[in-house]
């Protein structure tokens, strides 16, 4: 039976019978019965998810041997807060459902990743509830790896004025009380890999300023002193060949075009977006890279990197980000130090979790409350032998403006030791959104 007429059943005889039943003193509230439509409606999106990550989580083309991939949960943008609809800090249902997912073990998922944006702006001590509510509910019943970065909304800066806006200091007390290896808001960490060797994720702060000196909500900002990190250790301390690293960052690395000619029309960048993508290419191409990259909004505050990746080693995976509320992949290009012989870096966008705060500029996918596209966020399986990433979805993800959209896409990341023309069946092809 469809899955539309199942709910319709639910929605239209067995719900109704359900509240005559449990309340006959007529005191069942709505979000009671909203909770009931909300577990009937995750219960299906499970089932669904699950079988379309059962179907790409191992690697069985090897005869004498099934390989298990590393497998992601990812999602952005939940922007919690008063009003939302899926995603109130009283109780934010489309987060805990991410979570209580990402848990199953029978899906051996092996991490949750959650790409910014964890409020909705508001007065200073509304936007710390909700940041509060957004740490409470990600790790309360989370018991496996889960890494997040800032987005450009956490900082809270409304405006100029300071009286509202979230120190780092302050985030890093909410977010990152844990972190100890840089007591900063950026980090790395090394997971496991089920296939052989260790992911290397590293968690870069976008709102990397001491005071107010910059409108972070607008502009992505990272000091001397992160770039310093992330050339000098993140890529280099305790790397091995068996290291795959993937970032993330909230914003796409892209021009900022007002148009929606690249993914970036809100907001910018303080220093030229592709400064850390450069620093990346030089890793991936083993070279140096020695440049000054300026600063766009104040004279002589320009940011110097000076790193030998000679004999640098591991692999490159992919960027991760959000802020879009829209999901897709897309090839970073325009880098001075592009390499051709290889292919260009990967970034990986995630949609926001909540209808009330769907995407309207490049999103084509119908988000409605209460109902099966409530709630949407990706899912990967990375194979670091067939250098590819497998992705599917939790929820919405369809566009109304294709007529074809694969439920599980693949994108290669590197060079593989498998024929490029055996790296795709029949039914399943790569798949990329097209720009708006």
Not at 93 to 101: A, D, G, P, Y
Not at 215 to 223: E, K, L, V
Not at 347 to 360: F, Y
Not at 372 to 391: G, P, Q, R, V
Request: charged residues 20%.
């Amino acid at each position: 039976m469809e899955k539309k007429t199942l709910y319709l059943i639910y929605v239209i005889i067995v719900l109704p019978f359900a509240v005559a039943c449990r309340d006959t003193e007529d005191n069942l509230t709505v979000s009671t019965l909203r909770s009931d439509i909300h577990d009937y409606l995750y219960t299906i999106n499970n089932s669904e998810a699950t079988q379309r990550l059962d179907s790409i989580m191992y690697n069985k083309t090897d005869t004498d041997k099934i390989y298990e991939r590393f497998k992601i949960v990812h999602i952005s943008d939940p922007h919690i807060s008063a009003i939302s609809t899926n995603n109130n800090y009283t109780n934010p249902i489309n987060l805990k459902q991410s979570v209580t997912f990402a848990n199953q073990s029978k899906l051996k998922i092996n991490a949750l990743i959650a790409t910014g944006d964890f409020i909705s702006n508001s007065s200073r001590k509304d936007a710390i509830l909700f940041m509060e509510s957004f740490t409470k509910h990600f790790y309360e019943g989370n018991h496996i790896p889960s890494f997040i970065c800032t987005g450009n909304h956490d900082c809270n800066m409304i405006e100029k004025v300071s009286k509202n806006y979230i120190s780092k200091e302050k985030i890093h007390s909410i977010l990152f009380p844990k972190q100890t290896q840089t007591n900063q808001n950026y980090f790395y960490a090394d997971i496991p890999n089920p296939q052989g060797g260790t992911i290397r994720i590293i968690s870069l702060d976008m709102l990397d300023q001491p005071g107010t000196e910059y409108n972070t909500r607008i502009y992505a900002y990272y000091s001397q002193e992160q770039i310093n990190w992330l050339g000098n250790i993140a890529l280099k301390k305790g790397i091995t060949d068996q290291h795959s690293i993937i970032i993330l960052n909230h914003y796409p690395f892209q021009a900022y075009s007002p148009k929606a000619n690249t993914y970036l029309c809100d907001g910018d960048f303080v220093h030229p977006w592709f400064m850390i993508p450069e620093i990346i290419e030089a890793y991936r191409s083993r070279s140096s890279i020695s440049k000054t990259y300026l600063n766009k909004l104040r004279d002589n505050k320009n940011i110097s990197v000076n790193f030998n990746f000679h004999d640098s080693k591991g692999e490159f995976i992919c960027y991760l980000g959000g802020h879009d509320h829209f999901t897709t992949n897309f090839d970073i290009h325009d880098l001075e130090n592009e390499n051709k012989s290889i292919p260009p870096q990967k970034m990986l966008l995630c949609t926001n979790q909540a209808p009330s705060e769907v995407g309207i500029i490049y999103n084509r996918v119908i988000r409605e409350v209460d109902s099966l596209s409530s709630n949407s966020f990706c899912i990967y399986a990375i194979d670091t032998k067939e250098k590819k990433i497998y992705i599917t979805f939790f929820g919405a993800y369809k566009p109304t403006d294709k007529a074809e959209y694969p439920e599980i896409q693949i994108i290669p990341y590197s060079q593989s030791e498998v024929s490029p023309n055996s790296s795709l069946s029949e039914n399943v092809k790569i798949n990329q959104l097209e720009k708006m």
